[in-house]
């Protein structure tokens, strides 16, 4: 069974940075890429980005490009998300996923595999 797991949320001011990791229990080649979606209170999940493994194509939402910045490092399995110029409207449950197809990074049902979440909290 593949697990992913998350870590690095928290509370934070605005304008404020956090890092969130995520690692998975396979090795890297076994997938396709990896991404970050999010989801606030009363809102649908949302993709947030992506990048692929081998390439290290990476993939933005527009209202985090500029501010996120998603990267990986294949030796440990886990990849980054660096996120800074926080807003509150960034507060959200974050979860990072597997997917294996390829194709389109955007869509959260082709993604196989999901962490339990990590919230991120940005106070005005």
């Known amino acids: 069974q593949v697990q992913v797991v998350e870590s690095g949320g928290g509370l934070v001011q605005a304008g404020g940075s956090l890092r969130l990791s995520c690692i998975s229990s396979?090795?890297?080649?076994?997938?396709?890429?990896m991404g970050w979606f999010r989801q606030a209170p009363g809102k649908e999940r949302e993709f947030v980005a992506a990048?692929?493994?081998?390439?290290?194509?990476?993939y933005y939402q527009d209202s985090v490009k500029g501010r996120f910045t998603i990267s990986k490092d294949n030796a440990k399995n886990t990849v980054y998300l660096q996120m800074n110029s926080l807003k509150p409207e960034d507060t959200a449950v974050y979860y990072c996923?597997?997917?294996?197809?390829?194709?389109?990074?955007?869509?959260?049902?082709?993604?196989?595999?999901w962490g339990q979440g990590t919230q991120v909290t940005v106070s005005s």
């Open positions: 990048i692929t493994w081998t390439a290290g194509s990476t």
């Open positions: 996923a597997q997917k294996y197809s390829s194709g389109p990074v955007y869509y959260a049902d082709t993604y196989a595999f």
């Open positions: 396979t090795r890297t080649f076994s997938g396709y890429a």
